[in-house]
């Protein structure tokens, strides 16, 4: 059971543009969110997180978007940069520390 | 800050056989937790120590053991190896709410 989706394996963006990356989640429990990026041959990196008392956090050229009516969450990145290219995952988490991970998305960002 | 730091970065493994995997945390962290990442996939939760003693533990079969130590690194420990234990081993060291991932360990089952 997939507790937390992430419906699109790929999304390409132009330089400059908007990426909008979502993330989809079943359990009603999870009160912690957060997005990870992950080049080839390295470990995830930490790149924003939202608490389910916010429905929006901003850092950057990054802001997270919560829906919890719809379970849903977003990655927004303006501009995108070709640097921007990698895969992100979106985790979720109920208090636990333990993380549940989406399957990734991976961004392209062409110039 | 050396962040966390995992070892060894590759390995190869016949099946049946043991291993043993290495995770120091990032500095001023006590709890560490492991993930499996299959290719293709996001990474699954195994286990979580904190004070040394097992305190999370995810669907994974008995094969999968750790132990922490007093200065906080940890082992992740795999016996009677499988073809489809092959994956990327993460290790993730936090203390609140961010999880900081090591590179990871590739390990090969053949």
């Known amino acids: 059971d997939q507790q937390v989706k992430q419906n699109s394996p790929s999304l390409s963006v132009q330089e400059g543009r908007i990426s909008i990356l979502n993330c989809d989640y079943t359990?009603?429990?999870?009160?912690?969110f957060l997005w990870y990026k992950k080049y080839p041959a390295e470990g995830p990196t930490f790149l924003i997180s939202?608490?389910?008392?916010?429905d929006k956090n901003e850092d950057g050229r990054f802001t997270v978007f919560l829906n919890k009516s719809a379970k849903h969450l977003s990655l927004h990145i303006v501009p995108s940069q070709p640097g921007d290219s990698a895969v992100y995952f979106c985790a979720a988490s109920d208090n636990t520390d333990k993380l549940i991970f989406g399957t990734g998305t991976r961004l392209q960002v062409f110039p | 800050d050396a962040g966390v730091t995992q070892s060894p970065t590759h390995l190869i493994k016949t099946r049946g056989q043991q291993v043993t995997l290495r995770c120091s945390p990032k500095?001023?962290?006590?709890?560490v937790s492991w993930y499996q990442q299959a290719l293709g996939q996001g990474p699954q939760f195994i286990f979580q120590y904190y004070e040394e003693e097992e305190r999370q533990r995810g669907n994974f079969p008995d094969r999968f053991s750790g132990h922490q130590f007093p200065n906080y690194s940890s082992e992740l420990n795999v016996n009677a190896l499988l073809l489809g234990d092959s994956a990327l081993y993460l290790c993730a060291s936090s203390s609140g709410s961010e999880a900081f991932f090591g590179q990871g360990t590739r390990l090969t089952v053949v």
């Open positions: 500095s001023g962290h006590d709890t």
């Open positions: 359990n009603s429990m999870f009160d912690y």
């Open positions: 939202i608490s389910s008392i916010k």
